[in-house]
């Protein structure tokens, strides 16, 4: 299959995955943290790039692949890219476990950089956010906190 027809099977596939989840496409989000990993890290935007043409994109088109879980891995392999770290799943209790697949639908995935200073990366995000996602979420991300 030639590349560009790879391209758009991928493509395909992964916008049919999305509507039966009813999720949100993460590209434009990964397509931002490429931005910031080009212009602070060249040879870890290069191996994001490698990754993308060499392994997700040909994952993504194959029948047997599971669209949202190789986008996911991804977004993931980017997050790590961007900063140093460990990539955990919120289930809609607020519990958190390390990153794993295959991750819950209903998991909201987070990147949570070694420095702690710095913003939690989202990697994904359920359809909907529980209460205690959604209070993980602003204050890992947003770093906003309410009294």
Do not use: N
Request: proline fraction near 7%.
């Amino acid at each position: 299959m030639a590349d560009a027809d790879l391209r758009a099977r991928a493509d395909e596939r992964f916008a049919r995955a999305l509507e039966a989840a009813g999720s949100r496409d993460p590209r434009d989000f990964y397509r931002r943290q490429l931005v910031e990993l080009k212009a602070a890290d060249a040879a870890g935007y290069r191996r994001a790039l490698a990754y993308f043409e060499q392994e997700l994109i040909p994952a993504v088109a194959r029948d047997d692949g599971d669209p949202m879980a190789e986008w996911l891995e991804y977004g993931r392999m980017v997050a790590s890219l961007t900063a140093e770290g460990r990539t955990v799943q919120i289930d809609p209790s607020g519990g958190a476990t390390d990153y794993a697949r295959p991750v819950p639908a209903d998991a909201l995935v987070l990147h949570l950089p070694d420095r702690t200073s710095a913003r939690a990366i989202p990697v994904g995000l359920p359809a909907a956010l529980s209460p205690a996602q959604r209070a993980t979420y602003d204050l890992l991300v947003k770093q906003a906190q309410s009294l």
